[in-house]
């Protein structure tokens, strides 16, 4: 795999769901190539480890740690960013996941509003959030979205990321 050192050198990138699996790959992988990570994560301490994981490979990092299905907890992210490292010109919409699998039919209201807020929502918040930042500085937005299917057993997820 090619690591273009430098090509996000002086940039700031904020990856959303960075504490693990494809989330933190992408800040590494952004990091190696030059750019200030911020690990957007619900979870504390595997957001730390992270960080602390990226620090040991020579990449600046920093942990903001907020609810993302919120539109407060999207502006915290973006205001930590930029207090951080001053601009921010990537935003990588990674956090989602499925919170069960089951049939659909066996889904509450409860769980189907759950999968919907951290599978959707985030995406839209971090958006809208960063997109003040970067109006002054330039930058791109990369959203993931899924094409899962597993049949019945995850259709709010399913539907969350076929909406991103």
Partial sequence: MN???GRFENKTAIVTGAAQG???A????LGREGARIVVADAAEKPARQAVKSLSKLGIEAVAAIADLSTHAGAETVMKLAAK??????VLVNNVGGAV??????????????????????????CTRAVIP???????????????????????P????KGAV
């Fill in 84 to 89: 951080k490292f001053g601009s921010v010109q």
């Fill in 3 to 5: 690591v273009y050192r």
């Fill in 133 to 155: 930042l970067m109006r002054e500085s330039g930058g791109a937005i990369v959203n993931l979205g899924s094409n899962a299917g597993d049949g019945p057993y995850r259709v």
């Fill in 100 to 125: 069960r699998m089951k049939p659909f039919w066996h889904f509450s209201a409860d769980e189907i509003e759950l999968e919907v807020q951290r599978s959707l929502w985030p995406t839209l918040w």
């Fill in 26 to 29: 992408t800040a590494e992988r």
């Fill in 22 to 24: 494809i989330g933190y």
């Fill in 157 to 160: 997820y399913s539907a969350s």
